[in-house]
Every structure is written in structure tokens, then in C-alpha cells.
């Protein structure tokens, strides 16, 4: 790990690694680490070690640092509303109806979503 920043209101802890990674961890529940408290997002972006992070004054935006040469400017309201699998199936819904290459049964997995 090669920075971290906390939110303005202390509720969310970003960390740059070595690993291209900056994680988004939840302190909600008063943790003062990464290892008290709850991962909420793995970002990827950097091409190389993300450096350092820093969170604007009203926590809404996240500026990651890399070694790459690059600042990555990450929307944290959006992130914090991503829902992942029901994101992941719209994105899969029409290839899940439309290819032949998928099972019969396997083209309802995202029902109900």
C-alpha cells in the first residue's frame, strides 16, 4: 500500500497499491483501518503502481496517482450505487437471449434482476 486517504466525513478509506488497485473501503461501522473495515470496491484503471489518493472536499471525487503517469478522477456517488451483478446482466442480457452458444437454461440466470 502507497497512500490512502480518508473521506471529509471519515465514513470511506481509499488505498493506492503497487498492484495497478485502488480499493474503496467502507469505516461505517467506526474502523480506523483497511482491516477493520469493509471492502466496497476494487478500481482498475492504472497501468502501473497507483501512487497516492485524495478524496475533494465534498468526498465526491477520488484522484487516483499512478506510476503510469495518469490521474484517474473516480465518481464515488456512482461507485457507492454500482450494483455489480445487476449491472453485469444488462450488460450480458442480449448475448444470454440471442446466442446459440448458450444452454437453454442458462438464459434466464439474470431473471428477477
Same mark, same amino acid.
Given at each position: 500500500?502507497?497512500?490512502?486517504?480518508?473521506?471529509?466525513?471519515?465514513?470511506?478509506?481509499?488505498? /493506492?497499491?503497487?498492484? =495497478?488497485?485502488?480499493? %474503496?473501503? @467502507?469505516?461505517? *461501522?467506526?474502523? &480506523?483501518?483497511?482491516?477493520?473495515?469493509?471492502?466496497?470496491?476494487?478500481?482498475?484503471?492504472?497501468?502501473?503502481?497507483?501512487?497516492?489518493? /485524495?478524496?475533494?472536499? =465534498?468526498?465526491?471525487? %477520488?484522484? @487516483?496517482?499512478? *506510476?503510469?503517469? &495518469?490521474?484517474?478522477?473516480?465518481?464515488?456517488?456512482?461507485?457507492?450505487?454500482?450494483?455489480?451483478?445487476?449491472?453485469?446482466?444488462?450488460?450480458?442480457?442480449?448475448?444470454?437471449?440471442?446466442?446459440?452458444?448458450?444452454?437453454?437454461?442458462?438464459?434466464?440466470?439474470?431473471?428477477?434482476?
Amino acid at each position: 500500500m502507497w497512500g490512502v486517504a480518508f473521506s471529509p466525513d471519515g465514513t470511506l478509506l481509499a488505498t /493506492a497499491s503497487i498492484d =495497478e488497485t485502488v480499493k %474503496l473501503w @467502507s469505516l461505517a *461501522d467506526g474502523a &480506523t483501518t483497511p482491516a477493520g473495515g469493509t471492502l466496497i470496491n476494487t478500481l482498475k484503471q492504472h497501468n502501473s503502481g497507483v501512487r497516492s489518493v /485524495a478524496f475533494n472536499a =465534498e468526498g465526491t471525487v %477520488l484522484a @487516483s496517482v499512478g *506510476d503510469d503517469e &495518469t490521474v484517474v478522477l473516480w465518481n464515488i456517488p456512482e461507485i457507492l450505487q454500482l450494483q455489480s451483478l445487476r449491472y453485469g446482466c444488462a450488460w450480458i442480457s442480449d448475448y444470454l437471449r440471442t446466442s446459440s452458444a448458450v444452454a437453454e437454461s442458462d438464459r434466464r440466470l439474470c431473471e428477477g434482476l
